[in-house]
């Protein structure tokens, strides 16, 4: 790879990191929301689920390896 590839790549992989976290900080607002209105509305406990971190960390990199591949 050439170092123009190699910085459209990098471009590439940021501009989607910096969409994912407006996404994850627009998820993890209605997910409290979500919760709170569930939480007045039903007696049953929440399911057991992934960590958050750990869930985005992975997917992060799983994109990388797309964005990597795609090209």
């Known amino acids: 790879m050439s170092a ?3 910085e459209g790549l990098f471009r590439r ?3 989607e990191m910096l969409d994912s976290f407006d996404e994850e ?7 409290d929301r ?8 039903s007696d049953h406990p929440a399911p057991d689920t992934l960590d958050r971190k750990i869930y985005f960390r992975e997917l992060f990199r799983l994109q990388g390896e797309l964005v990597k ?3």
Request: hydrophobic share 50%.
């Open 4 to 6: 123009a590839d190699d």
């Open 25 to 31: 900080l627009e998820m993890e607002i209605d997910d």
């Open 34 to 41: 979500l919760a709170d209105l569930l939480g007045e509305m």
């Open 13 to 15: 992989v940021h501009a």
């Open 69 to 71: 591949l795609q090209d």
